[in-house]
């Protein structure tokens, strides 16, 4: 659960500033029992990628999250999946280019967020 609500905050599907589900909404909409939602949200809480407001609800945040010890780990996940890419054979000219694309969809989706912020 967390990590699916994580992938959509970084593929910018829930934009930053975004309105969450509430628990109860989501764990009826997925049949997920609520406990799991509730702790997915306290543990994305924790890490940075949401914010709750009393009596508001829970938004994805505005800032991104400082956590070097994330970025380590999925630093080495990343080597490991290139490292297995080149020698399955790919190129380090298309795992450049997909890095290339996926920087600047990064970056579209912070440009937008600022707008709907209106921090531009």
Same mark, same amino acid.
């Given at each position: 659960?967390?990590?699916?609500?994580?992938?959509?905050?970084?593929?910018?599907?829930?934009?930053?500033?975004?309105?969450?589900?509430?628990?109860?909404?989501?764990?009826?909409?997925?049949?997920?029992?609520?406990?799991?939602?509730?702790?997915?949200?306290?543990?994305?809480?924790?890490? &940075?990628?949401?914010?709750?407001?009393? &009596?508001?609800?829970?938004?994805?945040? @505005?800032?991104?999250?400082?956590?070097?010890?994330?970025?380590? %780990?999925?630093?080495?996940?990343?080597?490991? %999946?290139?490292?297995?890419?080149?020698?399955?054979?790919?190129?380090?000219?298309?795992?450049?280019?997909?890095?290339?694309?996926?920087?600047?969809?990064?970056?579209?989706?912070? %440009?937008? @967020? @600022?707008?709907?912020? &209106?921090?531009?």
């Amino acid at each position: 659960m967390r990590d699916g609500l994580r992938r959509l905050i970084v593929s910018g599907s829930l934009p930053l500033g975004e309105k969450l589900p509430s628990v109860r909404e989501l764990s009826t909409q997925l049949t997920i029992n609520p406990n799991t939602i509730q702790r997915a949200y306290r543990e994305l809480e924790t890490e &940075g990628y949401i914010c709750s407001v009393a &009596g508001r609800g829970s938004y994805v945040c @505005a800032q991104i999250p400082d956590d070097p010890a994330r970025q380590v %780990a999925l630093l080495q996940q990343f080597d490991a %999946a290139v490292q297995e890419l080149l020698y399955l054979g790919m190129r380090c000219e298309e795992l450049r280019r997909r890095t290339e694309l996926l920087n600047r969809q990064e970056d579209n989706n912070r %440009a937008t @967020a @600022a707008r709907l912020l &209106g921090k531009e």
